[in-house]
């Protein structure tokens, strides 16, 4: 029902998004306090449903924040990029872009590095309006927040471990974070949810296994594309372009179109773009650009600027990504359009975390 009502083509989509997970977190406190009634769990539901309708880019504010009356519109100035990467953690800088200026800058930001913790392949998603660092190639289990321009691990440790970015994708669902397609060839058709506190195993297991695919949110359901089956040696991994769509009463099925360009396709991004579900090739691939509308592949163009492992993010309606530098793209129904601004560095952001800031996000850190 929530997705009915949601403007795809609304620019304020991460306040949407933001604003809903708010409203989903009050039905949840809301309903646990029920005991069972019936009619209280109606007007829990009632209030929640009043909720979401004036959320941006939701039915009661279908424009985004443009004339809509939600106080989120108005608690944030967070029009502006900061991409943190394992590199510049060395080095205890992040990277903040100017989206007004269009000027990149080097901000000071604490990693809290130690022998025992760094964030090298360590998966970054939103939940509830946090950022999450999750697991990692010598932090497995590791739980960590983006707070006051900082990386600070968590109490909280994962219950099964997690490595790697795009190689064990990991995405908001429902107001929590589904971990998914880590490791070898039981684990990459494995999803769990972490809500914060507790990660389990959910039931559901993929028809392929997807290491090395990507995982994302489109049209209600999560959507997954190719990956591979283990990850053994490259004679070994298996790897494909079978699509995969998740709900939560079917599970996992084979009802997506599969990605037929390449005999197989890994390393590359997802995004869920209103004129269709977006795939971005690495730079084995050209970097090339395709769209999936109407159950039907179409390839669109190519990046710019060569990058292999994508770091990216969906802002201000368009999709960025980084390597060296940033690349916006903008998706339209004819097809596509980018630009990029230079680092000056050759930063190689391999998954790296790209967050919404304000304007003067770290600058005095």
């Known amino acids: 029902m929530a997705l009915e009502l949601f403007n795809l ?11 809903a997970d708010q409203c989903n977190k009050t039905l ?21 449903l009043d909720c979401l309708t004036i959320c941006p880019c939701y039915s009661g504010c279908p424009e985004g924040c443009q004339g809509c009356p939600n106080p989120i519109c108005g608690e944030t100035n967070q029009q502006h990029l900061f991409v943190i990467d394992e590199r510049m953690g060395d080095y205890n800088k992040g990277m903040h872009w100017n989206s007004e200026t269009e000027e990149i800058q080097f901000r000071n930001f604490n990693y809290n590095y130690s022998y025992q913790y760094d964030i090298e392949d360590s998966c970054y998603a939103m939940m509830n309006g946090e950022h999450y660092l999750l697991g990692g190639y010598y932090n497995k ?52 949810i972490f809500n914060g506190v507790n990660h389990t195993r959910i039931d559901h297991l993929t028809a392929r296994g997807h290491d090395w695919a990507d995982l994302v949110l489109h049209e209600g359901s999560l959507v997954t594309v190719g990956g591979c089956d283990n990850d053994g040696s490259y004679e070994e991994k298996e790897c494909h372009g079978v699509m995969e769509v998740f709900d939560d009463e079917q599970g ?6 599969d990605f037929e360009f390449f005999e197989r396709i890994t390393n590359h991004a997802l995004f869920s773009e209103p004129s269709g579900l977006i795939l971005i090739t690495d730079s084995s691939d050209d970097n090339m650009v395709f769209r999936l509308r109407e159950n039907l592949w179409s390839e669109l163009g190519n990046l710019q600027k060569s990058a292999f492992y994508l770091a990216k993010t969906q802002f201000l309606g368009d999709i960025f990504i980084g390597y060296d530098f940033l690349e916006r793209i903008t998706i339209t129904d004819e097809g596509m359009t980018s630009v990029v601004y230079d680092s000056g560095f050759k930063l190689h952001m391999d998954y790296s975390p790209m967050f919404p800031v304000d304007v003067d996000y770290c600058i005095d850190a």
């Open 9 to 19: 083509r609304c620019v304020d989509g991460d306040l949407g998004q933001l604003c």
């Open 28 to 48: 949840d406190i809301c309903t646990a306090n029920c005991a069972g009634s019936s009619s209280c769990t109606s007007r829990c539901q009632g209030d929640w």
């Open 141 to 192: 289990n590791a739980v960590a927040k983006i707070e006051d321009c900082a990386v600070k691990r968590q109490d909280v440790t994962l219950t099964y471990e997690f490595v790697g970015g795009t190689f064990g994708s990991c995405a908001e669902y429902q107001g929590k974070i589904m971990t998914c397609f880590d490791g070898k060839a039981k684990t990459s058709k494995e999803c769990q």
């Open 252 to 257: 996992w099925s084979l009802t997506g179109t």
